[in-house]
Nanobody, 115 residues
């Protein structure tokens, strides 16, 4: 069964940092592009960062320069380093694996930015 498991969320003050991790089952990593999306209450889910099989990254304008996505193929893990966090970054963050018509989601991890 394909599985994505996120961790690393929590409560952080504005200006702080967090690193999210997502561990994927073996077959669900090396052959898939990976991404992080977030969904705040009352808003649509938005993709904030992605990394292709070949390592090319892309970011939403709202997080560019503050967030960094990376992948460790040996550990079947994708990371999202989040710096200079703002209250508007508060959301549930989801890991995504996708290729062609296949898409898989993790269960999500809550990130709250508040003083």
């Amino acid at each position: 069964q394909a599985q994505l498991v996120e961790s690393g969320g929590g409560l952080v003050q504005p200006g702080g940092s967090l690193r999210l991790s997502c561990v994927a089952s073996g077959r669900l990593f090396s052959g898939y592009h990976m991404g992080w999306a977030r969904q705040a209450p009352g808003k649509q889910r938005e993709l904030v960062a992605s990394i292709t099989i070949g390592g090319t990254t892309n970011y939403a304008d709202s997080v560019k320069g503050r967030f960094t996505i990376s992948r460790d193929n040996a550990k079947n893990t994708v990371y999202l380093q989040m710096n200079s966090l703002k209250p508007d970054d508060t959301a549930v963050y989801y890991c995504k694996a996708y290729y062609l018509l296949e898409t898989y989601w993790g269960q999500g991890t809550q990130v709250t930015v508040s003083s």
